[in-house]
């Protein structure tokens, strides 16, 4: 079955630091790749996404992920965070009618 | 762009009574809907899909049943709650005119005790 994982369950970063985080999935054939942010008292939304083409994707609120296809990853960055990124963010996979797989998350404390 | 209402918001049960959440979809039509659960400490699990009115696929054996009477409308439904039916309860949307982007509702916390 396929899943994802998400390795950081908690960052806590000051204002200004850089960001990555981990994001693997598990599927042997052609994958859409998502990640959904939901910032405290919001909806899920949509932050980026892969289909196909170059594997760097820019998002909003200048977010981007890379797919590294040979291992499996999406890892997400920003360059340098605000107060205002803190959320809780979710790396997904498309397996088929839309059906999405979501790693367990990873809540991000911004401390101005 | 799609509107997606869930209700209620919060919702506190106790164990043996039925439960009913809706979904309701505004801004397309002819989407594919999904019921996810959050439980604490792990990630979204796709419950149930529909691809259109009495359609329902479920993902995972458990508790709970789908219904779609109407393209726009999902509900999510118990006869008797479980302990282990607590979490928070996802309404998602996928329809033709939000490209392949799906689109969620607010959610339901639901506690049973």
Redesign the interface.
């Given at each position: 079955a396929q899943s994802?994982s998400?390795h950081n369950h908690h960052v806590i970063l000051s204002e200004a630091a850089s960001l990555e985080l981990g994001c693997n999935y598990s599927y042997g054939g052609t994958v859409?790749l998502f990640w959904?942010v939901q910032y405290p008292g919001q909806?899920?939304?949509?932050l980026l996404?892969y289909?196909s083409g170059d594997p760097l994707v820019k998002g909003i609120k200048g977010f981007e992920a890379e797919f590294i296809k040979s291992k499996f990853s999406f890892n997400l960055r920003k360059p340098s965070v605000q107060w205002s990124d803190t959320a809780e963010y979710?790396c997904?996979v498309n397996t088929g009618?839309?059906?999405?797989?979501?790693?367990?998350?990873t809540r991000l404390l911004v401390s101005p | 762009s799609q509107t997606i209402h869930q209700w209620p918001a919060t919702l506190v049960q106790p164990v043996g009574s039925p439960l009913s959440l809706e979904c309701t979809v505004e801004g397309t039509s002819n989407p594919n809907l999904y019921w996810y659960r959050q439980a604490a400490g792990r990630g979204l699990q796709l419950l149930f899909y529909s691809v259109g009115i009495g359609q329902i696929s479920s993902e995972v054996p458990q508790n709970l049943s789908a219904s779609r009477p109407q393209d726009r409308q999902f509900i999510l439904s118990s006869k008797k709650l479980l302990l282990s039916d607590s979490g928070f309860y996802l309404c998602a949307s996928h329809g033709s005119s939000g490209g392949e982007t799906q689109y969620f509702g607010p959610g339901t916390r639901l506690l049973v005790l």
């Open positions: 994802v998400q859409n959904y909806h899920l939304q949509l996404k289909f979710f997904a009618f839309q059906k999405l797989v979501f790693g367990t998350g | -």
